[in-house]
């Protein structure tokens, strides 16, 4: 079992920047794969990038791909979403995902625990 909380959403700019933190306990980070999802209002939670459980391996969403980067610190047990260039399209709930296995790191039915979500809201 792994608890998860997000930080570090709230309202920017067009072509702003967040860092989004994502904070493990009850079980090593070093554990999992992890993953960032989005939700916006009336749409479907979709992929936005995923991490291997040592950083070896990245995955983008094409909306995000150059703008967004995916990190982790195992050492503090968190894992990072840097947003920069950031679009009003970019507005959602972000949250964040841990799984065992990553052989689809955009399924989101694969992943096995998830956070509560933050907010990011980008102003035009």
């Known amino acids: 079992q792994v608890q998860l909380v997000e930080s570090g959403g709230g309202l920017v700019q067009a072509g702003g920047s967040l860092r989004l933190s994502c904070a493990a306990s009850?079980?090593?980070?070093?554990?999992?794969?992890m993953g960032w999802f989005r939700q916006a209002p009336g749409k479907e939670r979709e992929f936005v990038a995923a991490?291997?459980?040592?950083?070896?391996?990245?995955y983008y969403a094409d909306s995000v791909k150059g703008r967004f980067t995916i990190s982790r610190d195992n050492a503090k047990n968190t894992v990072y979403l840097q947003m920069n260039s950031l679009k009003p399209e970019d507005t959602a709930v972000y949250y964040c995902a841990a799984a065992y296995s990553m052989v689809v790191p955009g399924a989101r039915q694969k992943y096995d625990y998830w956070g509560q979500g933050t907010q990011v809201t980008v102003s035009s």
């Open positions: 991490i291997t459980w040592n950083g070896g391996s990245t």
């Open positions: 009850g079980r090593t980070l070093s554990s999992f794969h």
